[in-house]
C-alpha cells in the first residue's frame, strides 16, 4: 500500500471575523490516492472552499496535520507554501484566472517561468494541449476565447509543471451544461491518461458524478457518501 | 510552442504597459517633463554660453582686456580709461586695438557701443542682410539677424532704449561680438561714460605671440584682466557660473521629486487594478521578487519611455526658443546629459515604485485573489 498524496488528519480552521472566532472547518480526515480524482461536494459555507485553500497552500491550517506529497503543510513557512504551489500543485479556478494581457501560450508559458522550467513543452504535453483542444489558440488573448476554451487554457496551466496534485474549484461553475461537460470530461481523461490526482469542489452533484469517489462536506466536517 | 524562455516577464511587462496605453503615455509623458526640464535648461545655459563665446571669437581679437576687479565672462560696466586703447596701439606685435562699451539694458540684455570701422577691420567685416552700417553720431542702430527675427525689425525701424529713440540702419549675419550695436561716442556720451570703454580687444601681428604681448602688457597693466581668447574661451563653461549651477541642482531636484510622485500615483493605481493578476501570479507560485521584477522592469520602462519622449521634447523646447526668442536664449542639445538626466529621472521612478511594489509582492495571495 503505497502513502496517499494527500494525508489529512483532524485539520481545523479558524477565522477571525471581527471579534467572533469562524470555525470553518472542525476536524477533518481524509486520504486521497495517488492517481485518484476525487469530487468533494458540499453547500456554500460547507468549509469546502477553506480546504481547497489549504490543500494549495493558499492559507496555512490552524491545527492537524496536512500532508501533500509528502510535505507536511503545519510546518510550511509562506515561502514553503509559496514553492509548494509552484512545484506540487496546480490551479484550476471557477473564475479561469488567466492573464488577460497574455496571450494562450503565454499564459502557459508563465507558469512554467515561474518554476524556472526551460526549453519546449515535452511531448506528453504537446498531446495534452490537442486533447485540450487549444493547440491552435496559443497565440490568441483570452478575451478571444470562450468560456469553456479559457477553461480548458486554466486546465493547461495547471498541469504545464506535472504538479502532483490538481486543485479544482467550481471548474464549471461559469460555463453552460455543454462546456461544462467537455471540462469535466477532460478532467477526467488527463486523471486517466496522465495517472493525475485531480481532487474537485463542486456544489453540483452532476459535476462531482465524474469522479473517481465522492465525499461530501457539512458544517466543517466530511462525509463519505 | 515555448518562445521566451527568460523574455516571458518582460513581456508582460511591455504588454501590461500596451494594455493601458493612455495612462503609459501620460507617465512617460510626465517622467518625461523632468527630463526636459534639465536638458532644455543645462542646454539653454550651455548654447548661450557656447553662442557668447562665438561671437566673442568673432570678434577677430587674440587678446582681451577687462577692468581690474572684474570677471572674465561677467557684464562689464565702462571704466576702462579710452586712452589705454591708443597706448595697445602702440605696444610691440599689436596690430590692433579697439575698445568696446557694454551697457545693461536689464537682465541679461546688453547692448555695445562700438567704433564699426576699427571692429569691421579687424572682425574681417560685417555681412550686412539688409541695410547699411550706422553713420557715426547718427542716432542709429545695426542689429543681427536673430534680434531681428525676434523683435520683428528691419531697416528703418525704431528701438526705444536708453530714454531715446533708435533707427535701425541695418541687420547684419549674427555671430559677431553682440546682437545690438550703437556709435561708441553716443552710447558713452548718453550713459554718461564719456572716455571709458568696457574692454579692450587687441589683434596681434602673430597670433603666437599671445602669451608675450600678454606678458608685456600684464607689466604695465598689473590690476587688468588680461586673457589669450583660448582662456577666455575655457571660462564659457557652466561650471563658472555657480547661480547656473545651483539652479540646474534645484531642477535636478524637482525632477526627481517630479518622477516619483509620478512613478508612485501611476503604479499604486496599476497594482489595485492588478490586485487579482497578482493574486494569480502568486497562485501559479510566484514570490515576492517575481513579482517585485515585474514592477521594477515595468517602472524602468515607463522611465526609459519617458526619457526617450523628453529627449524628443527637448528638441522641441529648442524649435520653439529658436522661433520665438532666438536673440534672448540659444539651446544647445548636449548629448552628454543624455545618461545623466535619464538616470536621475529613473532614480526618481524607482524611489516612486518602492512602496506600491513592495504592498504588491507581499500581498496576500487569497485576498488578492477574491479582489473583483
Redesign the interface.
Known sequence: MTEPIIGIRDLRKTFRSGEVDVHALRGVDLAVERGEFLAVVGPSGSGKSTLF?IL?G??PPTSGTVLIDGQDLMKMSD?DR??????SVG?V?QKY??????TV??NI???????HR????DQQFREVLDVLGIANK?DRKPRQLSGGEQQRVAIA?SIVNHPAILLADEPTGNLDTENSTAVLDLLRDLNRRLGQTILMITHNPEAAAFADRIVHMRDGQLHAS | MPRYNGFLVYKLVWENLKHRPVRTLLSSLAIGLGVTMMLTLVGVGEGMLRDQEARTRGVGADIIIRPSGSSAIGITPPNINEKLVAWAMEQPHVAQATGVVIYPLGGVSTVHGVDFEALTKMSDGFTFLEGRPFQVGAQEAVIDEYYAKEKKLHTGSIVKMLNRDWRVAGVFRGGKLTRMMLPKTLLQDVTANTGKVSVIYVKLDSPARTAEVIAHLKQTLTDYPIYSMDELASQFSVNSIPELKTFIGVVMTLSVLFGFLVVFLAMYTAILERTREIGILKALGAGQGYVLGILLRETVLLAVIGSLMGIGMSYATRWLIATFIPASMTQAIVYHWWPIASAITLGGALLGVMYPAIKAARQDALESLSYD
Open positions: 485553500h494549495g493558499l492559507t515561502s509559496t514553492r509548494l504551489r509552484k512545484t490551479f479556478f484566472n488567466l492573464l488577460p494581457t497574455l501560450g503565454d508559458e508563465i507558469a512554467r517561468d515561474i518554476a526551460k526549453g519546449p513543452f496559443l496551466r
